[in-house]
């Protein structure tokens, strides 16, 4: 990108990829991560949640990057709408298990098998994401349960995080979901960013591709935060938007004009 080299970056500030050292541990993802390291201890299900675009993925993502992987096995699934067979299918394939039947009873039985040789043989912590959780449907709630059950349900062998939207809690509310709600014994929820940490978040950014100096105004600094409602990705877009305004005007700093001038390129 060419305002990379404008500014005399290193790399886009602002791009998904960010290295998992490179995260800057927020409130959210600390919360987070406080309520892994007790599901991974206890077992049960953990749901976390927060408006599109708050950082749920990243708080996960740096979160489970705290472990080595020979203490944790983490299995990490996007949700869909399709049917039983779908969700169980992709859980296995998350394990990489050789699925040889699509028939839901021996997908589950492979299922339940592999979940047992990694925690009581080989003694590894199993963890399992069902991230866009809210997009599963409610008769798949209603026996994702039973996955978790083992020993005549007498045993928590792993951790199950379900992310997603807020629209997750209401449909864990059904009396349908009554079964796998029960077993929520933790939850957080992201919470959009306030304007001071806004400020350290594009500082922070700003330090890890090399820059010495803060490029956005205290004026940007607002525009950002308040065009963006506090939600990281549109942040992103926002400072990525005003950087390239920044640059084709020849300027050295960021301003909030810049700021408006990218938001117009957004929906």
């Known amino acids: ?53 708050s950082g749920k993925s990243t708080a996960l993502r740096w979160s489970v990057g705290q472990y080595h992987r020979s203490d944790i096995t983490c299995a990490y699934v996007i949700a869909g709408t399709g049917g039983s067979n779908d969700l169980y299918k992709q859980l296995c394939w998350s394990l990489n298990i050789k699925i ?10 492979i299922f339940k098998s592999t979940v047992e040789e990694i925690v009581k043989h080989q003694k590894i912590k199993l963890l399992i994401i069902i991230d866009e959780a809210f997009l599963l449907r ?26 997603g939207q807020n629209s997750l809690i209401d449909k864990l509310k059904y009396s349908i979901s009554a079964p796998l709600a029960s077993r929520v014994i933790t939850r957080a929820h992201l919470t959009n960013l306030s304007n001071e940490q806004m400020t350290d978040y594009l500082n922070h950014h ?58 117009t390129e957004l929906i």
């Open 1 to 53: 990108m060419k305002y990379v080299e404008y500014f005399g970056m290193t790399k886009d500030p602002f791009s998904n990829d960010i290295a998992l050292k490179d995260i800057l541990p927020l409130p959210g993802a600390l919360s987070v991560r406080e309520r892994i390291e007790y599901i991974v201890k206890t077992g049960g299900v953990m749901v976390v949640t927060g408006e599109v675009g």
């Open 206 to 263: 700003l330090k890890i591709v090399g820059m010495k100096k803060n490029l956005f105004s205290a004026n940007a600094v607002t525009a950002i935060y308040q065009g963006s409602g506090g939600l990281l990705r549109s942040a992103n877009s926002l400072a990525r938007g005003a950087l390239i305004a920044c640059m084709i005007d020849k300027d050295s700093t960021v301003n909030e004009e810049h700021v408006r001038r990218a938001s």
């Open 100 to 109: 040889t039947s699509s028939n839901r009873v021996n997908l589950l039985k």
């Open 138 to 163: 409610t008769d798949i709630l209603a026996e994702l349960h039973t996955i978790t059950q083992f020993d005549y349900d007498s045993a928590n062998l792993f951790g199950l995080i379900l992310a």
